[in-house]
């Protein structure tokens, strides 16, 4: 009896651990792991372990999604890339077994666990803060998605999802937070989501309000309080109206110039003349970029202004040339010495500094982000270079991965030679994308039937999905958001290509589906 306690107690520590630095520290995270892998096999019981495996078939399917992965390294090329693929998957095998064959949890540990979880992703999100304030260095703090300090910005965002519509389970359910403890509840998710907004973390954000909406509805349907039936109702519906609204307002902004009374003009005031290039049609702030363009005042002008070479870079890199025109641009102004002349101090500090808009100088919040793929897609559908830009580049992921799907619809690439078979593709292709945006399709099921056809996807699929018929869990809050939250984020990324993105998926797969009594 002392054994067992004491097994149970060091398989509980172990998930705390994992998940409290789930989104703090990768390290870590792989070592409690490795302590709950230590624990299971040391506590041996592998008959009661075994018969409960095979009594439990969704544990198995789901298992399926790992071997599927090992069978295919044999149609790889790329061994050694497949490999260390493998190592990265080997959660999908461990955690389900582990966590499915062990005595389960009540109610109380897991909610335990899942408060656990939520401190650490409070502590992730405030060193972040700290970041922002420049106490912790950060060699990347032109971009403000980069204050994710431990883990990529992407995965935390899906974690703070999860977090928000958890404590909201917890404040339905008065637990943890009670009385006045509600309103330190209500704190900590104002905070999660300003804090996505922050880093501009879409994935997160829309994930949070298609869920959200998505659990409000089916309360609004179980809701027998007619009043509150009718507010659930509301809010469902009008919470879409409004953000497709802002949506078009933001997009009518875009296109709206600042300045409608520019004109083209042939010369300056000084006489010179002017360069246009009216086929680009590139924007800012609905001002065309390459109209009224006068090289020669610009260099003149700005050496008057600043001792920073025209010729060079901004403190981002990008041409200082370029930033310069396009500020001037978003002010309404002409690409000339009279257009740098009415700049103030200010304004010529923040071109060097590498703001191509004077209106998100001081704003680093939705609304840039927002303008900024406005911007992307313009700049995409008018045949530009989408390198750099998330939004656009995700599109020339896609055409990718749908090439290489067709292309490999039986036996897929193998799970060693995916990236080797996107480069190839790229340079074929003749890609606009640089070298170092050159990527994977950012869809985790397209990824799928690239790397092992048609068979092989509709495995993968069977094994993530055919679990949650079996065991429908979905009258599990915890799993019915948590596998939604999942599903949305493998539809806009490769999820289970990172030791992070695969952790989550299989810890919390495992944890709500067949940890809990």
């Not at 909610?111 to 106490?135: E, P």
């Not at 039936?229 to 497709?244: A, C, N, Q, S, T």
């Not at 790397?451 to 055919?466: D, E, K, M, T």
């Amino acid at each position: 009896m002392v054994r067992d306690n004491i097994h149970k107690y060091i398989y509980i520590a172990a998930l705390c651990i994992i998940a409290f630095f789930l989104p703090l520290s990768e390290y870590i995270t792989n070592a409690a792991i490795f302590l709950l892998l230590t624990n299971w096999v040391i506590e041996a019981d592998f008959v009661k372990k075994w018969r409960k495996l095979i009594q439990n078939p969704a544990i198995l399917i789901f298992i399926i999604l790992f071997i599927v992965h090992a069978i295919w390294l044999i149609n790889s090329e790329n061994i050694s890339f497949g490999i260390h693929d493998i190592k990265i998957k080997l959660p999908l095998l461990a955690l389900p077994i582990i966590i499915g064959t062990s005595k389960a949890l009540s109610k109380k540990n897991i909610d335990r666990i899942i408060a656990v979880f939520i401190l650490g992703v409070l502590i992730s999100t405030l060193t972040g803060l700290i970041v922002y304030w420049g106490f912790i260095k950060n060699p990347n703090s032109d971009n403000v998605r980069n204050i994710s300090y431990f883990v990529s910005h992407i995965r935390l965002s899906l974690m703070i999802c999860l977090s928000v519509l958890l404590i909201f389970r917890f404040i339905n359910e008065r637990k943890f937070f009670t009385s006045y403890k509600i309103s330190i509840a209500v704190i900590v998710i104002i905070w999660f989501v300003g804090f996505l907004m922050m880093i501009q973390g879409f994935t997160g954000l829309i994930s949070l309000v298609i869920v959200g909406l998505i659990s409000l509805a089916v309360k609004a349907f179980n809701e027998q309080h007619i009043i509150k039936k009718i507010i659930y109702i509301v809010i469902v519906v009008g919470l879409p109206v409004f953000l497709i609204s802002y949506l078009g307002v933001q997009i009518k902004s875009f296109y709206t110039p600042t300045n409608p009374m520019i004109k083209i003009e042939t010369s300056t005031e000084n006489g010179n003349n002017y360069y246009h290039n009216l086929e680009s049609g590139l924007l800012e702030n609905g001002n065309l970029i390459y109209i009224n363009i006068c090289e020669k005042e610009l260099y003149s002008g700005w050496n008057k202004r600043s001792s920073a070479r025209l010729d060079g870079r901004d403190v981002r890199g990008q041409s200082l040339l370029h930033t310069l025109i396009r500020y001037l641009t978003s002010r309404g102004l002409t690409k000339d010495a009279d257009g740098i002349f009415q700049l103030s101090d200010n304004d010529i500090a923040n071109i060097e500094n590498g703001h191509t808009n004077y209106r998100f100088v001081r704003h680093n919040g939705i609304s840039k982000r927002i303008y900024n793929i406005i911007w992307e897609i313009d700049v995409y559908t008018k045949n530009g270079n989408p390198s750099g830009h998330s939004i656009t580049q995700r599109f020339e992921y896609l055409k990718a991965g749908l090439i290489l799907s067709y292309r490999n619809i039986r036996y897929g690439t193998g799970t060693g030679d995916v990236d080797d078979e996107y480069k190839a593709l790229y340079i074929e292709k003749s890609s606009q994308l640089d070298s170092q945006y050159r990527h994977r399709a950012h869809n985790q099921f397209l990824t799928f039937f690239v790397s092992f056809g048609v068979v092989g996807a509709f495995l993968c699929f069977f094994a993530f999905f055919y679990p949650v018929i079996l065991d429908f869990k979905f009258r599990n809050y915890h799993f019915a958001v948590f596998i939604l939250i999942a599903v949305l984020s493998m539809l806009t990324d490769d999820t289970l290509e990172t030791t992070t993105g695969v952790v989550f998926i299989s810890y919390f797969y495992s944890l709500f589906l067949w940890g809990e009594k």
